[in-house]
Nanobody
Framework: QVQLVESGGGLVQAGGSLKLSCTASGRAFDNYIMGWFRQARGKEREFVAGIRRSADNTWYGDAVKGRFIISRDNAKNTVYLQMNNLKPEDTAVYYC?????????????????WGQGTQVAVSS
């Protein structure tokens, strides 16, 4: 089992930045691909970003590419999501997730463990 706890959400003006954190406990953090997803009210949850165990590759959803950066610190059991140039359409609950798969993936079904989410609201 892996327990994931997100933090860092809040209210920010359009064009601003936020940095989300997700800290893991339980099994070895570096055994997992980590990802961020988001779900806006009334919409399906969508993939935001993913990062390999050793951080040697990252991948992003089209809506955030060039604005968001995913990173991880395995010594701290933490994955981060730096969100820049935020837009009102980025407003959502953001979830981190852990996958035991051995391939880069955007599929929710490939992620085994999920956090409770943190709210991000971007005002225009």
């Amino acid at each position: 089992q892996v327990q994931l706890v997100e933090s860092g959400g809040g209210l920010v003006q359009a064009g601003g930045s936020l940095k989300l954190s997700c800290t893991a406990s339980g099994r070895a953090f570096d055994n997992y691909i980590m990802g961020w997803f988001r779900q806006a009210r009334g919409k399906e949850r969508e993939f935001v970003a993913g990062i390999r165990r050793s951080a040697d590759n990252t991948w992003y959803g089209d809506a955030v590419k060039g604005r968001f950066i995913i990173s991880r610190d395995n010594a701290k059991n933490t994955v981060y999501l730096q969100m820049n140039n935020l837009k009102p359409e980025d407003t959502a609950v953001y979830y981190c997730a852990a996958s035991g798969r051995y391939y880069d993936t955007r599929l929710q079904s490939a992620f085994d463990y999920w956090g409770q989410g943190t709210q991000v609201a971007v005002s225009s």
